[in-house]
Each structure stands twice: as C-alpha cells, then as structure tokens.
C-alpha cells in the first residue's frame, strides 16, 4: 500500500483527490493538509510514502514545506500538483529536492500514475517542465534547442514551419492527428515557446526550413 500525505490550501481539492485516490486498491491517504507548516508537520509524523504538494499557500508555501521535509525526512517522495508553470516555482522546488511536477489540469488517473511512479523513485514532469528543466541545464556552448528535438518532432517542426495544419502532417508522415498533437507539445517544450506561430518563427530563423 502506498501511502500518501496531501498539503493543498484548498478544501475541495484535497477532499476530490482524497476521494479518488482512497478508492485505488494500492493507495492510501494518510493525512491531508492545508498548509506548508502542517504538511511538514504531517509528514514527519506519518512519514508518507508520497506526498502531493501545492506551491502556493498562506504562511509557509510549497517551496518552504519542501525544503524543510527534505531536510527532516532522508528521501521523501513530494510531487508538485500546482497551477502555475512560473520559472521563479518551477526551479525553486526541484531545486529544493521535489521528485515530480504536475498541473492541476493533470487527470485523476495521472495523478496516481505519477504516485506511483513516485513510490519507485521514477520522477514524471510536465512536458513543459522538462523543458525548461534541460534548458537550465545546457551551458551556452552546448546544444541549442531545436537539436533536443527528436528526428519525427524536426521533421513535424518543418511542415509547422510551412504552414501545414495537424491533418496535412499526419497524412504526409503517416501518423495519427493525436501523435502530431503529441510531437507539438513536445516541440513547444523543448523550444521554450507559446505556441506553433512561434515554433514556426523559431524554425526559419533557425534556418530548419527551405
């Protein structure tokens, strides 16, 4: 059984996660709280096997609580379940020893995947988190970012670049409009960009294109 402490500032939050993931076979919610101060507080006395954490609450926050649990507990397991993707919490927090990193737009099963992945060391990041986590990595001499691309992501970035629609690049890849969707979130990722318009800008200067 593994089990799970959840620190989220908002009432309904904890008691929808707490209510699915209680109805998992393999998951057990030990302790729920409502700030940074009683999560920390909670997880040394329950010492979990995982804890979900918010990032922004009042008086100590999720960045706080999780330095102060890896400094007290030897290898928690905290996945971030947050809202925001801001720089100034996504490097804090992984920075402070966070395992995972997740939206709250994540589906319910995802979240227990990711619990799971957890319990085995395994760490799961938003796409746009890993981005920006190997952008942070790479000294500028290094790889640029189009070069973190793999070869169908490139080939998908050129026909973007060209201005075809999701449709137009499964057919000439001969892929699924759902994988062509997956490509692209990659792509924006890996680029640090908002969108295709700018996956498309990024792709000429770059010189990717005809």
């Known amino acids: 059984m593994i089990r799970v402490l959840l620190v989220d500032d908002h009432e309904m939050v904890r008691m929808g996660l707490s ?11 030990v302790g729920e709280a409502s700030d940074g101060r009683e999560g920390v507080r909670l997880a040394v006395e329950h010492q979990p096997d995982v804890i979900l954490m918010d990032l922004v609450m009042e ?12 400094r007290l507990l030897p290898d928690p397991k905290i996945i971030v379940l947050t809202s925001f993707l801001d720089d100034d919490k996504v490097y804090p927090v992984i920075e402070a020893g966070a395992l995972s990193y997740l939206l709250k737009t994540s589906k319910a099963q995802e979240i227990a995947e ?5 319990q085995k060391g395994q760490p799961v990041l938003e796409a746009q988190v890993t981005g920006k986590v190997l952008s942070r990595m790479r000294r500028p001499d290094e790889a640029k970012p189009h070069e973190m691309l793999t070869a169908r992501e490139l080939e998908t970035l050129r026909l973007i670049a060209e201005g075809k629609n999701n449709q137009e690049i499964a057919d000439e ?28 800008i990024y792709a000429h200067r770059n010189k990717l294109v005809e």
């Open 114 to 118: 990711a619990i799971r992945s957890a």
């Open 59 to 70: 008086g100590m926050d999720g960045i706080e609580a999780t330095k102060e649990i890896c």
């Open 173 to 200: 890849l001969f892929i699924a409009v759902k994988t062509v969707k997956a490509h692209i979130t990659q792509i924006l990722a890996k680029l640090e960009v908002d969108d295709r318009t700018q996956a498309a």
């Open 19 to 29: 209510a699915y993931l209680e109805a998992q076979p393999d998951i057990e919610v």
